[in-house]
């Protein structure tokens, strides 16, 4: 018995016996072995399921300081306030009705050669209309505050101090001046005139105003407004806005002032504490209760103004 077992064992372990099961191996159908790979791959060890569970507290963790992390960030914005200052230039060309003296004129014409040039010139001069050129200077302190989280809306207010300086163009006004002068000192009769001394004091009072007139005035006007901000939170921040203003002349010539401004700009933010700004004002402007009856710009004024500043952030 023992001796067969012998046999039977030297059999199996022939080189013909195993190169007959390689080759039962090699039969196995492929379907078989992708399916012993698949269980193999999904058989996880005991150490990776300690490492999954260490990773998905860890990225727990992670996300959770995220979300405090962004609420700190949320805390710790800047003030919505900041203070502003500006300087700023504008220069417009301003024409309104010409000195009236000339129209006497017309109504009264001399038999005076002199007098009836001078009244033909001065009436060509008061029908047409005055030019003069205005430059402006700005100086603008104020506050910005910014509503809400989102920061788009801002209320602005602000104290604004502009001088101007006036320079005649055209009609000016030499003529009626050169005329009213020569007929005060004429000497005309009544019969020329329905009364000398009327047409005079007629023809002087535009006179006067002429000569009265400033070539330069100061006024200080209160501003409020707002601004909507197109990107509140970017490195460039373009942005609308309009403005009211409320002020009055300073020194010896009296008036009271009124200003309407939309404006576009934008902010150059350096950093969290400053940043610098740029505005183009369209101002529409319009002087009451002149001293005397004299005027500095009769009629409504349009003119636009740069103004270049720096913001601070409190």
């Not at 002068?181 to 329905?194: E, K, P, R």
């Not at 209160?222 to 020194?251: Q, T, V």
Request: glycine residues 8%; hydrophobic residues 40%.
């Amino acid at each position: 018995m023992n001796k067969v077992l012998s046999i039977f064992a030297r059999r199996l372990l022939s080189p013909d016996h195993q190169g007959c099961f390689s080759r039962e191996k090699e039969a196995m159908p492929e379907f078989m072995v992708a399916r012993s790979l698949f269980r193999s791959s999904i058989e996880v060890s005991p150490r990776t399921n300690i490492t999954m569970r260490y990773s998905k507290l860890f990225i727990t963790l992670i996300m959770a300081l995220s979300l405090s992390t962004g609420k700190l960030v949320a805390q710790s914005l800047p003030s919505p306030w900041s203070l502003r200052a500006s300087v700023g230039y504008g220069q417009f060309t301003e024409e309104s009705p010409a000195d009236s003296a000339g129209l006497q004129h017309l109504n009264n014409p001399s038999s005076d050669p002199t007098l009836n040039t001078l009244g033909s010139l001065a009436a060509a001069e008061s029908l047409s209309q005055r030019k003069e050129r205005v430059k402006e200077t700005h100086i603008r302190f104020g506050a910005e505050y910014l509503i809400g989280d989102l920061r788009r809306f801002g209320l602005t207010i602000g104290l604004n101090y502009e001088s101007a300086n006036t320079h005649c163009l055209a009609n000016c006004g030499e003529f009626n001046t050169a005329y009213s002068l020569a007929l005060a000192n004429s000497g005309s009769t009544g019969s020329q005139f329905t009364g000398i001394s009327s047409l005079a004091f007629q023809t002087l009072l535009p006179v006067l105003e002429q000569l009265l007139r400033p070539e330069s005035y100061r006024y200080v006007m209160i501003d409020f407004g707002f601004n909507w901000h197109i990107l509140p939170a970017g490195h460039w921040d373009p942005y609308l806005g309009m403005g009211l203003g409320l002020g009055a002349c300073i020194g010896d010539y009296q008036c009271e002032a009124l200003k309407i401004a939309p404006r576009l700009g934008t902010r150059w933010n350096r950093s969290e504490g400053y940043y610098f700004f740029a505005e183009l004002e369209y101002q529409t402007k319009v002087f009451t209760n002149r001293d005397a009856g004299i005027r500095i710009l009769s009629e409504p004024v349009i003119s636009p103004a740069l103004h270049l500043g720096i913001g601070w952030n409190l």
